[in-house]
């Protein structure tokens, strides 16, 4: 069973991050279809075991704006970088990201897949505000493009008021699995 303390981590998103999204494959030069984690966030956000395994299967709810996608998604290592990929997220909405747009991971820490993964992207155009307010929260913290918060960091209660562990319109939509958010 998966550690209680909660855990969001924040990615600032970079071109080669663009190719999860079907709106920029034609415009990006990147092949991956995964937003890149560094070593230190996967060994955070994934149980040692899966870590040692080099990845696993997780359920992945993904946000952003009205859009949600409740999948499977893989968080693995190939090579000498960690990903979350996955299927393509589908939808023109999606056009609205771009790099240095943000996407947080919100988790238990050390997750070995009994509770779904959240992942809420924010994006400048559309939301402007909180992204300002996210660029600010972010400022020096992050490294490698990527922040670790701790449900004990002020960080994690200012990120945690702004984005709820799952909205009830995604949780009961499709229960895959029985778990608790945090």
């Known amino acids: 069973m998966s550690n209680s303390s909660g855990l969001i981590i924040v990615r600032s998103l970079t071109d080669s991050d663009m190719g999860l999204f079907s709106a920029h494959r034609r415009a990006t030069t990147s092949k991956q279809r995964a937003i890149a984690l560094t070593a230190p966030a996967a060994e955070q956000l994934l149980h040692p075991d899966i870590v040692r395994d080099k990845g696993a299967e997780f359920d992945c709810i993904c946000l952003y704006g009205p859009v949600n ?20 997220l589908e939808g023109e909405i999606f056009a609205g990201l771009d790099s240095k747009d943000f996407a947080l991971i919100r988790s238990v820490r050390h997750n070995d897949g009994s509770t779904p993964i959240l992942l809420t992207f924010v994006g400048r155009r ?22 670790i918060f701790h449900d004990n960091s002020p960080e994690f209660e200012t990120l945690a008021e702004l984005f709820p562990p799952v909205p009830a319109r995604v949780a009961i939509q499709r229960p895959l699995q029985q778990a608790a958010f945090i």
């Open 69 to 88: 996608n409740r999948e499977q998604r893989r968080i693995n290592k190939g090579g000498k970088n960690w990903r979350l990929g996955g299927r393509q």
């Open 126 to 147: 559309s939301q402007r505000l909180i992204q300002a307010g996210l660029a600010a929260t972010l400022d020096g913290a992050l490294q490698q493009s990527v922040a």
